[in-house]
């Protein structure tokens, strides 16, 4: 085994130097790009903004430790990359129609303790995905949930019933959720487990939502959120 070429690779000691030298000048480069995209472009990404980091990124790379990549050549990335950014920008705050196309918009999920089937289904979430990020905002069950909206950043807006309107919903708390029936041995209210719906159910064999077609239910919960 070569330790030498495999501390250094093909370059010569006298590069290291220069590798420090670079990153130092990629890294000032990188830090006044990010503060000409201004904090949005840090703090929420959109997808045309993660298109720009992850170009920043690369066009930062490479200068840093090869030797045959000059650090002008890299810098104008830089700049076409900015320039770019700028201008799409000023096209998506003047043509909410270019703003949808490039971003998106924002899709409910939840309305009135249930779910949106369809919008949830398009936006590809999967369900424990989706209750995990309830549960870190307090949630037990969507009865508690006015409204739900998943916005174009990819985070999760919450629009809460006030506690005297808070309804019986579907639990999401793991151990009761896994509680699934198919036959009601107890009249009392079930929500369906996989749309959410709910009703005061009688004692049955077997009942099928009338939302969704399925026929697993959950007991379901009324307890208000605990802030």
């Known amino acids: 085994m070569d330790l030498e070429k495999l501390l250094i690779g093909e370059q010569e000691w006298n590069f290291i130097p220069e590798i420090m030298l670079r990153t130092l000048v990629m890294y000032l480069?990188?830090?006044?790009?990010?503060?000409?995209?201004g904090k949005?472009?840090?703090?929420?990404?959109?997808?045309?903004?993660?298109?720009?980091?992850?170009?920043?990124?690369?066009?930062?790379?490479?200068?840093?430790?090869?030797?045959?990549?000059?650090?002008?050549?890299?810098?104008?990335?830089?700049?076409?990359?900015?320039?770019?950014?700028?201008?799409?920008?000023?096209?998506?705050?003047?043509?909410?129609?270019f703003e949808?196309?490039?971003?998106?918009?924002?899709?409910?999920?939840i309305e009135n303790g249930k779910f949106s089937i369809e919008n949830f289904r398009k936006e590809g979430l999967a369900q424990d995905e989706f209750f995990s990020e309830l549960r870190l905002k307090g949630i037990s069950h969507l009865g508690q949930i006015q409204l739900a909206?998943?916005?174009?950043?990819?985070?999760?807006?919450?629009?809460?019933?006030?506690?005297?309107?808070?309804?019986?919903?579907?639990?999401?708390?793991?151990?009761?959720?896994?509680?699934?029936?198919?036959?009601i041995k107890r009249k009392d209210h079930y929500s369906c487990s996989f749309c959410g719906y709910t009703q005061l159910v009688p004692v049955v064999n077997e009942m099928t939502c009338k939302v969704c077609q399925k026929k697993k239910w959950v007991k379901s919960m009324n307890i208000l959120r605990i802030t």
């Open 40 to 97: 949005r472009g840090v703090k929420q990404l959109s997808i045309f903004e993660l298109v720009v980091i992850i170009s920043l990124g690369s066009a930062a790379g490479d200068p840093m430790f090869y030797k045959e990549v000059g650090l002008i050549s890299s810098i104008a990335v830089f700049f076409v990359v900015i320039i770019a950014y700028k201008v799409t920008s000023y096209f998506v705050s003047k043509s909410s129609k």
């Open 149 to 183: 909206i998943i916005e174009t950043t990819g985070s999760i807006s919450v629009f809460y019933y006030a506690d005297e309107d808070v309804k019986y919903g579907l639990p999401i708390l793991p151990a009761l959720f896994c509680e699934k029936h198919t036959i």
């Open 29 to 37: 480069v990188v830090l006044f790009s990010l503060r000409i995209l």
């Open 100 to 109: 949808v196309l490039l971003e998106g918009s924002s899709t409910c999920l």
